[in-house]
C-alpha cells in the first residue's frame, strides 16, 4: 500500500531538502494526485535498458542498486510519480512550462544521484508509446533517449558521481519534444511560443517581412550540437536533410520552413582564432545571424571545459579551440550567445 499521508513537507524531511527545493516540491504538489501507471523495471531489466542507453557501468551499478520502491521509499517514490506525471501530461505539447529540475543532495548519494536516471526508466514507456504514434522511425527514438548515455558520463567526468549534468535537458527528450537524428539534435517547436523559442529573435514587424515561416506560431526546428564526433560539414548536411524528411513525415506542419540555432558556436569572434576550413566555421556559415546577442562566457566554459569556476591558468590548452577560449577571456573580452537561421533543406 502507498502511504497516501505523505506530501511535500514529508518528502523534504524524509529526504532532507532545504528550502531551495520548496519550489519544486510546491510544483509537483500543485499536479494533484499522479497520473497511473508508475512502473519501475525489475533490475535486471533496468540494467539491460541502460546498457543500451549508453550509462556507463558505474552508474548502472547505482542506479539499479537504488530503485526505489513505495511501500519502503516513499518520500523517491512520491518524486518519481509526480515526475513522472509532469512528463507525461506534456507529451508533444512544445509550449509547456518546463517547471524546476533540481538535482538531489549529494548526500543522499547513489540513491540521490541515480533518480533521473530512474526517472528516464519511469517514463520512457510513455515516450515511446508516444514516437510510435507519431510513427518515428526506431533507431531515431533509441538515439534520441540514448542522450542520456552521454549526459551521465559528463556528470562523473565532471564530479565522479552518479547523475545527469543537466536534468532539465533530458525532459525534452521524455516529452516528445527533441530528436536526435545523425550528428545533430532538433527541438520541434512554434516560434514565439513556449521555452524553445530561440533568443533573440525577430521582432513582429521584421517577422513579417521575412514572411511565412518566420511569424509568432508558425513551425520551426530548434537544432542543438551534442558533444561527441567531430561537427563535419558533411554530417551536418546530411543530418538537416534526413530531419528535415523525418520531421515533417512524424510532424506535418505548412509553416515549418527554418531551423534555428542559439550558441556561442554561431559567435562571429571564433572566426578570429580559428583556422578558415573549420568545422566550427562551417557550420556557422550555414546561419544567417540574427541581430543581438547574450553573454556566451558560461556556455563556452561549459561545453568546452565542463567547467564555469575554473581559473583560466588552470585550464587545459591541448586544443586550439581551448587555447582561443583563454586567450579571448584573459584579454577581457567575453563571448556572445548567438542566434542564427537557416532555410531547411527541401527533400
Not at 276 to 302: C, H, K, M, W, Y
Request: glycine letters at 10%.
Amino acid at each position: 500500500m502507498h502511504d497516501t499521508q505523505i506530501g511535500p513537507e514529508r518528502v523534504a524531511a524524509d529526504l532532507g531538502l532545504d528550502a531551495s527545493y520548496g519550489s519544486w516540491l510546491a510544483e509537483l504538489d500543485c499536479l494533484g494526485g499522479p497520473e497511473p501507471g508508475t512502473v519501475l523495471p525489475a533490475p535486471r531489466e533496468a540494467a539491460a535498458t541502460l546498457r543500451e542507453l549508453g550509462c556507463p557501468p558505474e552508474a548502472i551499478a547505482d542506479a539499479v542498486g537504488t530503485l526505489p520502491d513505495p511501500r519502503t521509499d516513499p518520500a523517491r517514490w512520491w518524486l518519481l510519480e509526480r515526475c513522472r506525471t509532469r512528463l507525461v501530461r506534456t507529451l508533444g505539447d512544445p509550449d509547456a512550462a518546463r517547471g524546476t529540475w533540481p538535482k538531489l543532495p549529494s548526500r543522499l548519494g547513489p540513491a540521490g544521484g541515480a533518480f533521473y536516471l530512474h526517472l528516464v526508466l519511469a517514463t520512457m514507456p510513455a515516450t515511446r508509446a508516444y514516437h510510435a504514434s507519431r510513427h518515428v522511425p526506431e533507431q531515431v527514438s533509441w538515439a534520441t533517449l540514448a542522450d542520456l548515455g552521454r549526459h551521465v558520463a559528463i556528470e562523473r567526468a565532471t564530479t565522479g558521481a552518479t547523475g545527469v549534468d543537466e536534468p532539465w535537458w533530458l525532459t525534452l527528450h521524455l516529452r516528445g519534444i527533441l530528436y536526435e537524428i545523425g550528428r545533430l539534435q532538433y527541438a520541434v517547436f512554434r516560434l514565439g511560443r513556449g521555452p524553445e523559442h530561440p533568443s533573440p529573435w525577430y521582432d513582429d514587424g521584421e517577422a513579417a517581412l521575412l514572411g511565412p515561416g518566420f511569424r509568432t506560431g508558425d513551425d520551426a526546428l530548434g537544432v542543438h550540437i551534442p558533444g561527441g564526433t567531430p561537427l563535419t560539414p558533411e554530417s551536418c548536411a546530411a543530418s538537416y536533410a534526413e530531419a528535415r524528411r523525418i520531421l515533417d513525415e512524424c510532424f506535418p506542419s505548412a509553416t515549418r520552413r527554418v531551423a534555428t540555432c542559439s550558441s556561442w558556436l554561431l559567435d562571429d569572434q571564433l572566426e578570429e582564432y580559428l583556422a578558415p576550413g573549420s568545422n566550427i566555421l562551417e557550420f556557422q556559415r550555414r546561419f544567417t545571424l540574427v541581430p543581438g546577442a547574450g553573454d556566451g562566457d558560461r556556455g563556452v566554459l561549459t561545453f568546452v571545459f565542463r567547467t564555469v569556476d575554473t581559473p583560466l591558468d588552470e585550464l587545459p590548452h591541448e586544443t586550439r579551440l581551448q587555447r582561443a577560449v583563454v586567450a579571448h577571456l584573459r584579454s577581457g573580452r567575453h563571448f556572445r550567445w548567438r542566434t542564427g537561421w537557416m532555410d531547411l533543406p527541401r527533400g
